[in-house]
């Protein structure tokens, strides 16, 4: 699941909007081992562009989960 979620977010990067839905939609599907690895390759990836988005959508999740 992992490796999917990867491919559709570099697939809508192209969007904010879409970025941030799917980003929201892979923290649903994906189970709690895969986070550390899943929230690091997405700062890796993406955090010159949508920084506030990673940081919104981690930091909600990361209250959600408590």
Do not use: H, N, T
């Not at 570099?10 to 923290?27: G, I, Y």
């Not at 929230?39 to 981690?58: A, E, G, H, N, T």
Request: proline letters at 3%.
């Amino acid at each position: 699941m992992l490796d999917y979620v990867k491919i559709i977010l570099l697939k809508v990067s192209f969007s904010k909007v879409l970025f941030e839905k799917e980003l929201r939609k892979a923290l649903k599907m994906l189970v709690p081992a895969e986070m550390p690895d899943f929230r690091r390759w997405c700062y890796q990836q993406f955090s010159r562009i949508y920084r506030r988005v990673l940081k919104r959508v981690f930091g909600e999740f990361s209250l959600g989960a408590q």
